[in-house]
Protein backbone atom coordinates (compact mmCIF):
# COMPACT_ATOMS: atom_id res chain seq x y z
CA UNK A 1 0.00 0.00 0.00
CA UNK A 2 1.42 3.56 -1.09
CA UNK A 3 1.37 6.57 1.64
CA UNK A 4 -1.64 8.34 -0.19
CA UNK A 5 -3.67 4.62 -0.28
CA UNK A 6 -3.00 4.50 3.60
CA UNK A 7 -3.91 7.71 4.08
CA UNK A 8 -6.95 7.75 1.98
CA UNK A 9 -7.95 4.18 3.86
CA UNK A 10 -7.84 5.98 7.04
CA UNK A 11 -10.23 8.77 6.28
CA UNK A 12 -12.42 5.85 4.83
CA UNK A 13 -12.21 4.28 7.81
CA UNK A 14 -12.89 7.66 10.46
CA UNK A 15 -15.73 8.28 8.12
CA UNK A 16 -17.54 5.14 8.17
CA UNK A 17 -16.79 5.31 12.19
CA UNK A 18 -18.60 8.67 12.02
CA UNK A 19 -21.40 7.57 9.30
CA UNK A 20 -22.74 5.16 12.50
CA UNK A 21 -23.73 8.57 14.18
CA UNK A 22 -27.93 8.30 14.69
CA UNK A 23 -27.70 12.46 15.15
CA UNK A 24 -28.07 14.10 11.29
CA UNK A 25 -27.79 17.60 10.33
CA UNK A 26 -29.05 19.12 7.63
CA UNK A 27 -26.72 21.02 5.04
CA UNK A 28 -27.25 22.91 1.91
CA UNK A 29 -30.40 20.66 1.30
CA UNK A 30 -28.53 17.05 2.69
CA UNK A 31 -28.98 15.08 5.71
CA UNK A 32 -25.72 13.90 6.73
CA UNK A 33 -25.21 11.99 10.21
CA UNK A 34 -23.71 15.04 12.49
CA UNK A 35 -20.19 13.84 13.29
CA UNK A 36 -19.55 12.53 9.87
CA UNK A 37 -20.19 16.60 8.47
CA UNK A 38 -18.55 17.99 11.42
CA UNK A 39 -15.05 15.54 9.74
CA UNK A 40 -15.90 16.84 6.65
CA UNK A 41 -16.20 20.64 7.68
CA UNK A 42 -12.79 20.00 9.58
CA UNK A 43 -11.17 18.90 6.61
CA UNK A 44 -12.24 21.75 4.68
CA UNK A 45 -11.38 24.67 6.91
CA UNK A 46 -7.41 23.00 7.41
CA UNK A 47 -7.05 22.80 3.90
CA UNK A 48 -8.60 26.42 3.49
CA UNK A 49 -6.57 27.75 6.82
CA UNK A 50 -3.18 25.80 6.43
CA UNK A 51 -3.00 24.12 2.84
CA UNK A 52 0.45 22.51 3.37
CA UNK A 53 -0.35 21.00 6.94
CA UNK A 54 1.58 17.77 7.92
CA UNK A 55 -0.57 14.15 7.51
CA UNK A 56 -0.64 14.13 11.21
CA UNK A 57 -2.39 17.17 11.07
CA UNK A 58 -5.64 16.10 8.18
CA UNK A 59 -5.57 12.78 10.28
CA UNK A 60 -6.12 14.00 13.25
CA UNK A 61 -8.75 17.18 11.91
CA UNK A 62 -10.43 14.29 9.80
CA UNK A 63 -11.06 12.35 13.57
CA UNK A 64 -11.27 15.24 16.35
CA UNK A 65 -14.57 14.37 17.26
CA UNK A 66 -14.60 10.39 16.55
CA UNK A 67 -18.24 8.68 17.82
CA UNK A 68 -18.30 11.37 19.98
CA UNK A 69 -22.06 10.73 20.50
CA UNK A 70 -21.39 7.71 22.52
CA UNK A 71 -20.14 9.52 25.40
CA UNK A 72 -23.08 11.98 25.64
CA UNK A 73 -22.49 15.12 27.99
CA UNK A 74 -25.56 14.33 29.34
CA UNK A 75 -24.10 10.92 31.27
CA UNK A 76 -22.07 13.32 33.72
CA UNK A 77 -23.00 16.13 36.48
CA UNK A 78 -24.17 19.54 35.52
CA UNK A 79 -21.41 22.63 35.62
CA UNK A 80 -17.64 22.74 35.19
CA UNK A 81 -16.20 19.71 36.87
CA UNK A 82 -18.75 17.60 35.10
CA UNK A 83 -17.59 19.16 31.66
CA UNK A 84 -14.08 18.76 32.31
CA UNK A 85 -14.83 14.88 32.94
CA UNK A 86 -16.74 14.66 29.89
CA UNK A 87 -14.39 16.28 27.70
CA UNK A 88 -11.16 14.28 29.38
CA UNK A 89 -13.05 11.19 29.09
CA UNK A 90 -13.96 12.00 25.03
CA UNK A 91 -10.19 12.81 24.61
CA UNK A 92 -9.29 9.19 25.50
CA UNK A 93 -11.78 8.05 23.55
CA UNK A 94 -10.76 9.83 20.60
CA UNK A 95 -7.55 8.62 20.77
CA UNK A 96 -8.23 5.39 21.00
CA UNK A 97 -10.55 4.86 18.50
CA UNK A 98 -8.42 7.00 16.12
CA UNK A 99 -4.96 4.98 17.09
CA UNK A 100 -7.00 1.82 16.61
CA UNK A 101 -8.20 2.50 13.04
CA UNK A 102 -4.67 4.24 12.33
CA UNK A 103 -2.56 1.03 13.25
CA UNK A 104 -4.82 -1.25 11.51
CA UNK A 105 -4.40 0.54 7.96
CA UNK A 106 -0.33 0.29 8.39
CA UNK A 107 0.86 3.23 10.28
CA UNK A 108 3.46 2.87 12.52
CA UNK A 109 3.63 4.32 16.40
CA UNK A 110 5.09 7.47 15.75
CA UNK A 111 2.50 8.50 13.54
CA UNK A 112 -0.07 6.81 15.79
CA UNK A 113 1.40 8.73 18.72
CA UNK A 114 1.92 12.31 16.76
CA UNK A 115 -1.87 11.87 16.27
CA UNK A 116 -3.03 10.90 20.17
CA UNK A 117 -0.33 13.84 20.67
CA UNK A 118 -2.42 16.89 18.68
CA UNK A 119 -5.70 15.13 19.71
CA UNK A 120 -5.03 15.81 23.50
CA UNK A 121 -4.29 19.27 22.37
CA UNK A 122 -0.39 19.60 23.67
CA UNK A 123 1.39 22.02 24.59
CA UNK A 124 -1.13 24.88 23.03
CA UNK A 125 0.39 28.23 21.97
CA UNK A 126 3.54 26.26 21.58
CA UNK A 127 3.40 23.16 19.27
CA UNK A 128 2.23 24.97 15.84
CA UNK A 129 0.30 21.88 14.57
CA UNK A 130 -1.68 21.99 17.90
CA UNK A 131 -2.04 25.49 17.48
CA UNK A 132 -3.38 25.36 14.12
CA UNK A 133 -5.89 22.21 14.85
CA UNK A 134 -7.22 24.43 18.00
CA UNK A 135 -7.44 27.46 15.11
CA UNK A 136 -9.44 25.22 13.09
CA UNK A 137 -11.96 23.83 15.54
CA UNK A 138 -12.98 27.41 16.46
CA UNK A 139 -13.15 28.40 13.05
CA UNK A 140 -15.26 25.39 12.41
CA UNK A 141 -17.53 26.31 15.69
CA UNK A 142 -17.65 30.09 14.89
CA UNK A 143 -18.62 29.57 10.93
CA UNK A 144 -21.19 26.31 11.11
CA UNK A 145 -22.30 25.98 15.06
CA UNK A 146 -21.85 29.66 16.83
CA UNK A 147 -25.48 31.13 15.14
CA UNK A 148 -27.54 27.92 16.35
CA UNK A 149 -25.52 28.45 19.78
CA UNK A 150 -26.46 32.05 20.28
CA UNK A 151 -29.94 31.22 19.49
CA UNK A 152 -30.58 29.38 22.62
CA UNK A 153 -28.59 31.69 24.54
CA UNK A 154 -28.81 34.95 26.38
CA UNK A 155 -25.82 37.44 25.56
CA UNK A 156 -23.65 37.12 28.60
CA UNK A 157 -23.10 33.78 27.56
CA UNK A 158 -22.47 34.01 23.96
CA UNK A 159 -19.87 36.75 25.10
CA UNK A 160 -18.12 34.67 28.13
CA UNK A 161 -18.11 31.99 24.96
CA UNK A 162 -16.66 34.20 22.27
CA UNK A 163 -13.66 35.57 24.89
CA UNK A 164 -12.89 32.26 25.83
CA UNK A 165 -12.82 30.82 21.81
CA UNK A 166 -10.45 33.99 20.95
CA UNK A 167 -8.57 33.52 23.84
CA UNK A 168 -7.36 29.89 22.96
CA UNK A 169 -6.54 31.24 18.71
CA UNK A 170 -3.22 32.57 17.17
CA UNK A 171 -3.19 35.89 15.72
CA UNK A 172 -3.60 34.32 11.67
CA UNK A 173 -7.04 32.50 13.84
CA UNK A 174 -8.57 35.92 14.54
CA UNK A 175 -7.82 37.42 10.44
CA UNK A 176 -8.95 34.19 9.56
CA UNK A 177 -11.93 34.62 12.20
CA UNK A 178 -13.09 37.91 11.08
CA UNK A 179 -13.18 37.18 7.51
CA UNK A 180 -15.93 34.54 7.97
CA UNK A 181 -19.35 34.92 6.08
CA UNK A 182 -21.37 35.56 9.63
CA UNK A 183 -24.72 37.27 10.38
CA UNK A 184 -24.71 41.40 10.54
CA UNK A 185 -26.00 40.15 14.52
CA UNK A 186 -22.74 37.52 14.99
CA UNK A 187 -19.87 39.80 13.99
CA UNK A 188 -21.78 42.40 15.97
CA UNK A 189 -21.49 39.76 19.13
CA UNK A 190 -18.02 38.75 18.32
CA UNK A 191 -17.04 42.80 17.93
CA UNK A 192 -18.47 43.25 21.41
CA UNK A 193 -16.65 40.37 22.77
CA UNK A 194 -13.03 40.31 21.46
CA UNK A 195 -13.51 44.65 22.34
CA UNK A 196 -13.89 43.89 26.22
Not at 21 to 36: M, R, V
Not at 149 to 175: C, I, N, Y
Not at 177 to 190: D, G, H, N, R, V
Request: charged share 30%.
Amino acid sequence: MTSKERYNEAIEQFDAANKEDPNTEEWQGKSYPKELLYAIRMTEKLNDFAPTASEALQLTARCQHIQRWKIPRDTYEEGRKGYLRWRQDLQKFHVAKASEILEAVGYDQNMIDEVAFLLQKKQLKKNEDTQTLEDVICLVFLEHYFEDFAAKHPEEKQLDVLRKTWRKMSTKGHEAALQLPLSKQSQQTIAKAIQE
